[in-house]
């Protein structure tokens, strides 16, 4: 088994990993990332190495979504395949500048897609519409932003906004807007389409250093990522938005 270690501190555990003569710690094409930190940790691993099996190690005091036990027991976990495989739903967004143009960026997330307003003293203005239906009969929608989430992700940014989390579908979470809705869910296979009617505005993604400029006339298209992200978790994950 080929085994990447990721995280600030991850070379602290190579001793647990070193004693067990099946692992092979490589520094690309892994089998498997062993991230050691907390959710950040998880979610910068699953940009970096789509779809490959991480084994997220909590090594923080915030890491809901990383297993809490000791080190050494989670490798002799791997090591035995006795780590439970959970696969969790992504989303993908298209950022469209020509109304029939290819997309400039196509990014995939965890946890989220958060377009923010680009100048702190002027909000953005957008319509959105779910599938091919204009939300809110095409109402221009003007605040801070949006925030389009997956179960997984709900327990993070859009639980601040909303409240509230949810276990199946997409979550559409609206930022300080002027409408009277917080949010709204819909079914995974939904695709949300945003048009910028007033920019500037950012679009950022988990936690990627990256963001993408956007402006008026610019097209989103958010949909479910063909792909799941692959956790090995201790034990059985009932819903994603548990702990591990």
């Known amino acids: 088994m080929k085994v990447l270690l990721f995280g600030a501190e991850a070379e602290s555990i190579r001793p647990h990993i070193e004693r067990h003569a099946a692992i092979e710690i490589v520094e690309a094409l892994p089998d498997v990332v062993v991230c050691y930190g907390g959710d950040g940790t998880l979610l910068s691993a699953e940009l970096k190495w789509p779809g490959v099996p991480k084994v997220p190690i909590r090594n923080s005091r915030r890491g809901n979504r990383c297993i809490p036990h000791p080190a050494g027991e989670v ?29 400039t960026h196509v990014v995939s997330a965890m946890n989220e897609f958060n377009v923010h307003m680009g100048n702190i003293n002027l909000a953005v203005r957008f319509k959105i519409w779910l599938d091919n239906e204009p939300y809110d009969n095409g109402a221009e929608i003007i605040g801070d932003g949006l925030v389009v ?28 807007i002027t ?6 869910i819909v079914p995974e296979s939904t695709i949300l389409r945003a048009l910028i009617t007033r920019g500037p505005a950012v679009l950022a993604y988990d936690n990627s250093p990256d963001y993408i400029t956007l402006k008026k006339g610019d097209r989103l298209e958010i949909r479910k990522d063909t792909r799941p992200a692959t956790v090995l978790t201790w034990s059985t994950v009932t819903r994603p938005t548990d702990s591990f």
């Open 75 to 103: 490798i002799d976990r791997l090591v035995g395949e006795k780590l439970a495989r959970t696969e969790f739903l992504k989303i993908t967004c298209s950022v469209f500048e020509e109304a029939n143009g290819a997309p």
């Open 149 to 176: 989430s997956t179960p997984f992700g709900s327990t993070a940014y859009f639980s601040q906004i909303t409240r509230g989390i949810f276990h199946t579908g997409l979550g559409l979470a609206f930022k300080n």
């Open 179 to 184: 409408e009277l809705t917080s949010h709204v």
